[in-house]
């Protein structure tokens, strides 16, 4: 990710570097995957991370990328049963960006992980609003310092299991 805007260098550059930084610290989460990479459909990308202090790993692919507009990773190995995660960018009002995240999952051992349902979603919600901070204080930042200011910056998301 990058810079907000059609006059800024676009969002979904295809670089991983931002995914550490838009993590919430507490998850321990660091890209597994050799670095640098670029992002494209078909790459997989590992990661390591702690969730609820429990340490996994987690394997993501790409299905889908249509940079600039959206693009699409899917769990292959994790700790959900399904993850299917839809990063979609909508320039608006002549130059800014709204992202939404549009998030289906599925949690393991059906019935019995429907215990964890809610826990799981506020912790998906709280994730999700620190990346709307952290995206809003890179970009707004970086529009500051090529003279521009950031009109719109919206996080979208729809949590369905």
Do not use: C
Request: glycine share 8%; proline share 6%.
């Amino acid at each position: 990710m990058r810079k907000l805007g059609s006059d800024n260098p676009r969002i979904g550059a295809g670089d991983g570097e931002d995914l550490e930084t838009i993590t919430p610290p507490e998850l321990h989460f660091h890209i597994v995957s050799p670095q640098p990479f670029v992002i494209k459909e078909g790459t997989h990308i590992e990661y390591r991370l702690r969730l609820f202090g429990i340490p996994f790993s987690w394997l993501t692919r790409i299905v889908r990328w249509d940079t600039p507009r959206e693009f699409v990773d899917k769990q292959v190995r994790g700790p959900y049963k399904q993850w299917i995660h839809t990063h979609r960018f909508v320039e608006v009002n002549g130059g800014s960006t709204q992202i939404f995240d549009v998030v289906h999952y599925r949690l393991p051992l059906f019935p019995f992980g429907e215990v964890a349902y809610s826990l799981v979603h506020l912790q998906l919600r709280r994730i999700f609003a620190y990346r709307q901070r952290t995206i809003w204080e890179i970009f707004e930042n970086r529009s500051v310092e090529h003279g521009k200011t950031l009109k719109t910056f919206r996080l979208g998301g729809d949590f369905r299991n």
